[in-house]
């Protein structure tokens, strides 16, 4: 009995709700249909549907296996898509994780002309500051600011590096000093900076002897707003920050101390067969940013 017949038929059975009905809707006996379905527990050896004489429910594994099945068939069902059509173009929804502020910046503006360019592609924008799992929170692609992970499961490809600045208000520099060099530092209030950063500019026990100011965050925006808000200095990505440079609420400062680049990747899950959808989102990211940054 062909395995993909059987999982065409399970995910019918969950999405109609009964067994008869599915039978009807794929032109089939109800014998069949419960063949089918009996084929799939013997093979996995559990019960993915729990049946009365009324209705049907999905068991725990009976949802694992129904959001598995979902993908299988939707990757064939694309696969005869293309080949009926004899090209390869993107079509289908692409989940995309980044940071807010690179986000709603430089990701927001690239996704418009991709789907623009793309008119069969959808893209939902997650944004957030923490480091998602992409394996096991279903992400298709995430942009990851600095280092990318040393992982087997996980391919990086490189985008372009940005630049950073250290800044504070002119209200806290009228009533703290101005920093002149990175030690000033240390007598100084610092919101959340990086120290991954701080091992690359300065010394590895340089970040020891720096001061945590009150307010803490693992939000860029919040911790631009607080030093906007006169709460400390921040290292931050000039592209983060040079708006409020541009209309006096921040004053960059140590310039003559370059901090480093950051690296900026796309992480994607590596696979066997990498969707085309995403092949094409990685291609198009890897011509946009070069030019942008």
């Known amino acids: 009995m062909n395995l993909f017949l059987s999982m065409s038929v399970f995910v019918k059975i969950v999405e109609i709700g009964s067994l008869n009905g599915a039978a009807i ?3 089939l006996s109800p014998t069949m249909v419960g063949k089918h379905l009996k084929l799939l527990e013997s093979n996995l050896k559990t019960q993915l549907l729990n049946r009365t004489t009324r ?3 999905l068991t725990p594994s009976g949802v694992e296996y ?3 099945c979902r993908k299988i068939l939707e990757l064939i069902d694309e696969g005869k898509e293309r080949l009926k059509n004899d090209q390869l173009t993107p079509s289908g929804q692409i989940t995309l994780s980044c940071p807010e502020i690179f986000g709603n910046k430089k990701i927001l503006p690239f996704s418009l002309k991709y789907m623009e360019r793309f008119p069969e592609t959808q893209i939902h924008i997650s944004l957030t500051d923490r480091l998602v799992d992409i394996i096991r929170e279903d992400v ?3 942009i990851r600011i600095g280092e990318p992970p040393d992982s087997s ?3 990086a490809r490189p985008l372009a590096r940005y630049e950073l600045v250290a800044c504070a208000s002119p209200a806290y520099l009228e009533k703290y000093g101005t920093p002149e060099k990175p030690e000033d530092l240390f007598n100084h ?6 120290e991954s950063v701080l091992d690359q500019w300065q010394p590895p026990n340089f970040k020891n002897n720096i001061r945590n100011s009150r307010l803490t965050s693992d939000s860029s925006a919040v911790i631009r707003q607080g030093a906007i808000s006169g709460m400390g ?3 931050q990505a000039k592209l983060s920050v040079e708006d409020a440079i541009d209309t006096g609420l921040l004053i960059p400062i140590l310039g003559h101390y370059p901090l480093p680049d950051r690296k900026v990747s796309a992480l994607y899950a590596r696979k066997k067969h990498t969707p085309v959808r ?3 989102l990685l291609d198009a990211l890897q011509e946009y940013f070069p030019q942008e940054n």
């Open 66 to 68: 129904y959001h598995h």
């Open 153 to 155: 499961e996980i391919i």
């Open 233 to 235: 200095i921040i290292i």
């Open 55 to 57: 209705r049907i429910h």
């Open 189 to 194: 209030q610092c919101i959340s900076l990086n």
């Open 25 to 27: 809707k794929l032109g």
């Open 140 to 142: 298709d692609i995430a």
């Open 278 to 280: 995403v092949k094409f």
